[in-house]
């Protein structure tokens, strides 16, 4: 019963840069791990990145390591995504989730999916 409300897309060039935000709100928990998904235009939503509560703790997907980085701040229910060095295959919505459960590269949330933000990178 947490409601998410990602923000922070929008329109940018190939190797420019976009900073997402997600606030949740409802029973959150501040032990819970918090990540990012995406789903290109055509294809099934993927797994992008998790961080664990203390924010020591951080996995991605291969496809956006040394790009994109996430934080959070887990007093005030926040989960960001830094990406840098933005390519058109990063055009997605994205979609970030909370709580469940992170192993080798399979990230389950217990939250439901929020309204997600679009990202589109031209080339």
């Known amino acids: 019963q947490v409601q998410l409300v990602e923000s922070g897309g929008g329109l940018v060039q190939a190797g420019g840069s976009l900073r997402l935000s997600c606030a949740a709100s409802?029973?959150?928990?501040?032990?819970?791990?918090m990540g990012w998904f995406r789903q290109p235009p055509g294809k099934e939503r993927e797994f992008v990145a998790v961080i664990a509560p203390g924010g020591g703790t951080t996995y991605y997907a291969d496809s956006v390591k040394g790009r994109f980085t996430i934080s959070g701040d887990n007093t005030k229910n926040t989960v960001y995504l830094q990406m840098n060095s933005l390519k058109p295959e990063d055009t997605a919505v994205y979609y970030c989730?909370?709580?469940?459960?992170?192993?080798?590269?399979?990230?389950?949330?217990?939250?439901?999916w929020g309204p997600g933000t679009q990202v589109t990178v031209s080339s």
């Open positions: 989730a909370v709580g469940g459960t992170y192993y080798r590269g399979t990230y389950s949330p217990t939250s439901d």
């Open positions: 409802g029973r959150t928990n501040s032990r819970y791990i």
